[in-house]
């Protein structure tokens, strides 16, 4: 007996989305049919699709059914994918949403990450069905002041960033943990100066408390009740309070060795960098690729090449430091260059229930780009992951449409010789040959570039 695969979204009681062709097309349950509709006709809505805030929505309402279909995001990431700039910037859009939603007689019923998607460095909200009406719940003409995704904000946005500038816990962590982190765990983590640390003490330590005192027959008092504008400065205030605690959380500048790679060079003289990005440039320059993937992407230098030579451009970058840096050099640039901290070599696998709801790192990426670039990055996955070239070759061929730029590092190069760590027997007789025969059947070759420092360029074209 074959079981159904669940769609991404197969827990929400309101509906269920499917990915059809060039849509996510969304299939809105009847109970939630009046309400669905009411959104997005709303000027609200209207508002925050114009400004790329939200996702954009085609009404499809059959006699039987109702459907929203919405632009497909090429390549879509989750939470364990982003940098710590990026989970804030997820976050921001999430607060700041909910505060101008009070305004228009809206409220967010959930927030989660998972609710967030990137269209270049632009966080973009795509659960249509999470505002509900508010206020909703009055009595006596007053409502409460009560924000029912408090809880669930705080677990899943605040407390990982808290984690990552506290613990040292990776935000990839939450691969693992749905709905996010209890404050109890937390606190039986940290030590006595943590939990007492402005940070920590009122999301972390004072819950913790609480949860203790209701083992002794402890009740939270009931909900206030007021007019419905003070509840919207209570709620206000809330969104504030959150989104300022959210900020604070964000961990510390950690510089990395790769992180100021770009700075501390010593194998490119300023003649020969200059050349490599004038070679590079000639070839996006020439070819004009819509979109690219920059694999090994440092700080950004070459995403940010081709996203002014006119592409959109995927960054992929293992490094947590320098792919905060490429996300928010795109944000602050406006450049069309999405971020992935996540490492090739361990990509990211399909998650969720029956590996059905997030799909795997290389299936999203696979067939997407006209132009892969791999510069100064096989010798690293050769000597620090053992992944033989046809392997990478292979790889390659998969995720490109058309064109592979590759730098290939010589074995006489200093950093090779760095990451080689004596294993000549095994790594130092590699050269251009192993290469060029790893490309058979994948890849002709259309130029070769030699560089001052014995490193070589390649522009391959897929066979």
Known sequence: MSSETPS???????????????????????????????????????????????????????????????????????????????????????????????????????????????VGPKPVLVDVLSFESWPKDRSGGKTSAIWLAYGQYVRTFLLPLLTQQMLSWPLALSLFRRDGYEPAELYTAMSWGQRLS???????????????????????????????????????????????????????DAASEWSSYKSTLTHYTAEEAAAKYAWVQGK??????????????????????????????????????????????????????????????????????????????????EGQFQLVMMLAVIHHLILMEQIPVPAILALCHRLTLRHLIVEWVPVTDPMYQSLMRGRDELYGSLNEEDLLAACEGRFKVMERQALGNGRILYFFEKI
Request: aromatic share 6%; glycine share 6%; with cysteine.
């Open 8 to 118: 991404p979204t197969f827990r929400d009681p309101a509906g269920s989305l499917k990915l059809e062709g060039d849509f996510a097309v969304r299939s809105i349950h009847t109970a939630s049919r009046e309400a669905a509709l009411e959104f997005v006709a709303s000027p609200f809505y209207l508002k925050l699709q114009l400004r790329g805030d939200i996702v954009g929505s085609t009404v499809d309402d059959g006699p039987d059914s109702l459907r929203l279909l919405h632009p497909r995001i090429a390549v879509p990431t989750y939470p364990w994918e982003w940098t710590a700039s990026q989970w804030l910037a997820a976050g921001e859009l999430t607060l700041n949403l909910c505060s101008e939603a009070i305004d228009a007689g809206w409220i967010l019923k959930d927030a989660t990450p998972l609710n967030i998607l990137f």
């Open 198 to 252: 402005s940070n920590a003490f009122w999301p972390v330590t004072l819950p913790a408390m609480l949860e203790s005192r209701k083992g002794d027959g402890a009740t939270a008092p009931p909900a206030r009740l007021l007019d419905t504008e003070a509840a919207a400065h209570v709620l206000k205030r809330t969104f504030a309070g959150l989104l300022k605690r959210t900020r604070k959380a964000l961990p510390r």
């Open 284 to 365: 996006l320059e020439e070819h004009s690729p819509r979109r690219v993937l920059d694999i090994g992407a440092n700080t950004g230098e070459f995403s940010a090449l081709a996203a002014t030579c006119g592409a959109d451009v995927v960054a992929l970058e293992r490094d947590g430091p320098s792919a905060d840096r490429v996300f928010n050099m795109a944000r602050a640039k406006e450049l069309s260059i999405q971020t992935i901290h996540a490492d090739l070599a361990r990509p990211t696998p399909a998650v969720g229930w029956e590996n059905a709801e997030q799909t795997s790192l290389l299936s999203r990426l």
